[in-house]
């Protein structure tokens, strides 16, 4: 099984519009509404998939019941701390005359150190029926910032721990030496607080980071492709073209495309491509749902993994 915690979930509305106005009217033409949140998402693609997972986090007011309702309609397993409020909902919004998505992401209702205590227990409570842990997204209001490297610390002995989280949660993360992380490129010029301008400069800090007891640096590109960067060598993802209806979560369905390869035996470079594989699906898949396995079928030919 593999567990994923959001402790920072989201209802992600996605408003289609023809052309983005900034300061200005813009007519939706269409509006998608969707659980959301990294760990959630994962959880998502990996039921698509047919790995077992199960989803923890907190869950408070009536969008959290929306979530919590869905995920029963698709029967994926879940266990909930409740919180308090409710739970935040972000707004998406896709041009298409472009094929970009502008993002507004709400901080979450605060949440009290009680509330954390139950979660770090469920999440122990868990480690051990778990092959993966999967650390994901921003935290709420309330939540110290070194939240997942105090859980990384407490439960990698237990579980192989998946870290993909932005700023100070993540370099504090690192230092407690996750397993796999997957940061995109923003996140990894923030970490080294520099800008990246080739694949070798990237590749550079992938291997800084494996010095420091990563075991699997998956870094996302966007429509650069990918690469990463492990103890079983470095491979990139060449770039796809593709029709994008929506990026949001395309990293979510790279970390369950990995870890599904992984948990079933299959070599770095082989799960990597299928990683690269559920994220081209999940970008020509509109709103932040996840991606149909025809469409992933129909990709995955086009994938094409080098080692460097
Ligand atoms: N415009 C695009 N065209 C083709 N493929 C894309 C595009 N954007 C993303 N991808 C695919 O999705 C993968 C992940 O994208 P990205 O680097 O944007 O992840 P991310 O920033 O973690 O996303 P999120 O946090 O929204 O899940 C890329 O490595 C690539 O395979
Ligand atoms: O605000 P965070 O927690 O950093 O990111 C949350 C979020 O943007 O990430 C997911 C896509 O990866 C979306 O489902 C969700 O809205």
Redesign the pocket.
Known sequence: MITTLTL?P?V?KTSVVAGLTFGGLNRVQETMQSP???GI?VSKALTRLGTNTLVLGISAGDTGKWIERYLQEKNIPYDFVQGSGQTRT?LKVFDQSTETIT?F?ESGSPVDRKMIDEIIQKARQYAEQSEFLVLG??VPAGVREDIYSELISSLKDKVKIVLDA?GALLAQGIEASPCIIKPNVYELEKLFNRKLESEEEILACGKTLLRKGIAKVVISMGAAGSLLVSDEGCYKVLPVKVPVKST??A??SMVAGFLHGLSRGRKVAEALRLAAACATAAVMTEG?ETFAVEVLESVLPDIQVQEV
């Open positions: 920072n989201a992600d959301g949140g990294k998402n972000n993002e992401n997204g921003s932005d949001v979560g990293g979510d932040s």
